[in-house]
């Protein structure tokens, strides 16, 4: 089927990945490498993480359920310090890509994040939160979980984009840092791409959609 529409993960995607944000906290801290990941992985849809991305808890609460957490395996981490890690920076190259993408297909961002911040991309820095507000003009629509209540991998929201879109799953182009998103994206009929670096997105997206960049 002929792609209609690009839809795009945030974090990770959009930006410098939280990952490497978490693994230099850990390694400044003296903290097992990839510990908060695994502390997000326990639990999956009940845990803190989870909870904030639906927004079932403030970010308060949040900061005490995941310390929480962090003490059943060991390890003494505020959730507060972990939010303040979540905004990257932007990949302008990755910006231009989508701006080439809108003007021959609709555009769509899922995004899970948390309630804490300013704007969609939820930053802590007000221009930063302005160069973000930018990228999601960009979109024709955008699903954040905080306010929908709803998460990835759940796959109604990958379906309730596509509603939105009026596209077919078939017809769709899903990129995301994370294979567990990509996973239920893929199984309903879209062309996945999974983000491990700047260039290789641009050289995936290239030979998915046809355009070079």
């Known amino acids: 089927m002929t792609i209609e529409a690009v839809i795009w993960d945030f974090g990770g995607v959009f930006t410098t990945s939280p990952f490497d944000a978490f693994n230099r906290y850990e390694l400044e801290r003296g903290l097992p490498h ?9 639990n999956p849809d009940t845990n803190a993480w989870a909870r904030i991305e639906r927004s079932d ?3 308060a609460t949040f900061d005490r359920l995941f310390a929480g957490e962090a003490k059943a ?17 932007l990949r302008p190259r990755v910006v231009a890509a989508l701006k080439a993408c809108k003007a021959r297909f609709k555009v769509g961002c899922i995004t899970n994040n948390a309630p804490t911040g300013k704007g969609a991309g939820m930053s802590s820095s007000s221009y930063k939160a ?8 960009q979109f024709d629509h955008v699903i954040e979980s ?29 990129l995301d840092d994370l294979g567990i998103n990509l996973k239920p994206a893929r199984e309903m009929g879209m062309t996945t791409i999974k983000v491990l670096s700047e260039d290789q997105l641009l050289h995936d997206l290239a030979g998915a959609v046809g355009i070079s960049f």
């Open 130 to 137: 302005q160069q973000i507000a930018d990228v999601f003009s």
């Open 146 to 174: 905080s306010k929908a209540g709803l998460r990835k991998p759940d796959p109604r929201i990958y379906l309730m984009m596509c509603d939105a879109l009026g596209v077919k799953p078939e017809a769709c182009v899903y």
């Open 34 to 42: 990839d510990i908060i990941r695994r502390i997000n992985s326990i």
């Open 57 to 59: 808890v403030d970010a």
């Open 73 to 89: 395996l060991g390890h003494d981490i505020r959730g507060a310090d972990v939010l303040a890690l979540l905004s990257g920076d």
